[in-house]
């Protein structure tokens, strides 16, 4: 009986997984110019020393060739990473859900001493000169920021610094500096 010739390049790469999919752009897309780039300026900027032992080579090719049955139970990921380290993690640290690496731009930006700019771009005069938001609900979100917590104060942030964004580009590219001479 004769072998099968080996399927074409192509054909394999239909065959890989979506979550591996997935994981290859956010490695090609967020990971360098993102995640390492933000935790490398942080860490530096509080004279911590980071590591990142996970970006060995011979590891990110060992878990790019794991089956996603492997790579995720259910909606838990890094299992196998939780499994390989059990008996050398105490188990509230080994259970913990993981967590999103925030920078607290929520806090820096918007809350108890924001910036002079960010205060400028965000009072009520620019806000109605640039036509987009209305200055009485975004006096409102700003005055949330100090007493929301958990999703609250993310969502905040994230609405708040997209008006932030919103105004300074209206003032730049669509209804020139409202700010005057």
Known sequence: ?????????DLALLARAPLHDDLLFEQASRLDGWVLGMGDRLSMAHSVEARVPFLDHRLVDLAASLPPRRLLKGTNEK???????QGDLPPALAQRRKRAFMAPSTEWLFGASPPGWVQDALSPARLAAAHVFDPKAVAKALARVPQ????????LGMSLTAV??????????????????
């Not at 300074?168 to 209804?175: C, N």
């Open 148 to 155: 929301a917590r958990g999703l609250e104060a993310m969502a």
């Open 1 to 9: 009986m004769e072998a099968l010739p080996e399927p074409p390049a």
């Open 79 to 85: 299992w196998i990473l939780r499994a390989a380290m």
């Open 164 to 181: 932030l964004s919103t105004v300074i580009w209206a003032e730049q590219f669509a209804v020139g500096d409202v700010r005057g001479p």
